[in-house]
């Protein structure tokens, strides 16, 4: 018996090395995350002690002068910042109001198609735009949107609902609207499937249930298909609001120009700016150990909130 146990000891400690060794291939997938995730996350926070420095590119880290909280204080009481952060607040606030309830409900209307066939193409319709870089997608907003040869003026023309084309992209109140539009059109597809996945992953006799009660089509989506999803619901929100002073640089840069300048700067453009153009590494490092300060904040509060009101949370 004794002898028995001996060898089951000794298969447990073997166990895991044969694992790694059959699974090398697998295991080998993982590796490239691991050295970018260090190498771009996690080496970079050693440098965030430049926000504290009048940082000096010949000098160094360890030969720039520390000045305490100096750019942090001028980031507060300059006006282009607070502008910025309005603008960063504006344009994901719009976002979260439309951008994350229309994923939900588009997959909620995926998951009522009985064709399967059509469901895979309006899928395929949907995915396509994610796959195509902001260079490339934006230009064809800019094009869709232009007052010389856009099809939106002309459509408008057309139905009389404008007496004369409009120059869209020089209208700065128009430029909010525009960036969460586009961002929905290129990323609603992409977003749905997190959602549609965890529709698959519901009872099917729940459904069945609800049917036989007498549930119609909606009913049954409020009161299964909804309640089934709402963890991975919570959990996408937080991870919204965590994220609501990101805007994505690639898009703002795209299709930002002089004449809407002043309700497109946001704080992803301002920081590339700042730091890479006008090389204030000092600065521009102060804007970025702010903004994930509040990121971190946003994160937790978010998570208190859910916590308190549905039981649900990350941590």
């Known amino acids: 018996m004794l002898r028995g146990v001996i060898l089951v000891k000794k298969t447990e400690k073997t166990g895991r090395p044969a694992r790694w060794k059959t699974q090398l291939e697998l295991q080998s ?13 996690y080496v970079p926070m050693a440098f965030t002690a430049i926000a504290f420095q009048d940082y000096n590119l010949i000098e160094g880290l360890a030969g720039s002068q520390w000045v305490g909280l100096k750019h942090f204080r001028a980031l507060l009481t300059d006006s282009s910042f607070l502008r910025v952060m309005g603008n960063t607040f504006g344009i994901n606030l719009l ?83 525009i960036a969460m539009l586009s961002s929905l059109v290129k990323n609603l597809g992409y977003s749905a ?38 963890g991975t619901v919570v959990i996408m929100l937080i991870f919204s609001i965590a994220g609501i002073l990101n805007t994505g640089i690639e898009q703002i840069l795209v299709m930002q120009n002089i004449m809407n300048l002043a309700r497109s700067e946001t704080l992803d453009t301002y920081v590339y700016k700042i730091g890479m153009q006008q090389m204030n590494f000092s600065y521009a490092t102060a804007v970025g150990l702010f903004k994930s300060v509040v990121a971190v904040v946003l994160l937790t509060a978010a998570n208190m909130t859910s916590k308190k009101i549905s039981g649900k949370g990350l941590f």
């Open 29 to 41: 997938m993982v590796i490239p995350v691991i050295v970018w995730l260090v190498i771009f996350c």
């Open 95 to 177: 976002g979260l109001a439309v951008g994350f309830p229309a994923p939900i409900v588009f997959a909620l209307l995926l998951n009522e198609l009985t064709s399967r066939r059509f469901t895979r193409l309006v899928q395929t319709a949907t995915y396509i735009p994610y796959f195509f870089s902001w260079a490339v997608f934006g230009g064809l907003v800019i094009n869709f949107l232009s007052p010389s040869t856009g099809f939106l003026n002309d459509f408008l023309l057309r139905t009389g609902l404008i007496g004369e084309k409009i120059n869209f992209m020089a209208n700065p109140d128009a430029f909010w609207g």
């Open 193 to 230: 499937i997190i959602y549609i996945a965890a529709i698959a992953g519901v009872d099917p006799s729940l459904f069945e249930a609800a049917r036989i009660d007498g549930a119609g089509r909606f009913k049954v989506i409020w009161y299964v298909t909804l309640p089934c999803i709402s």
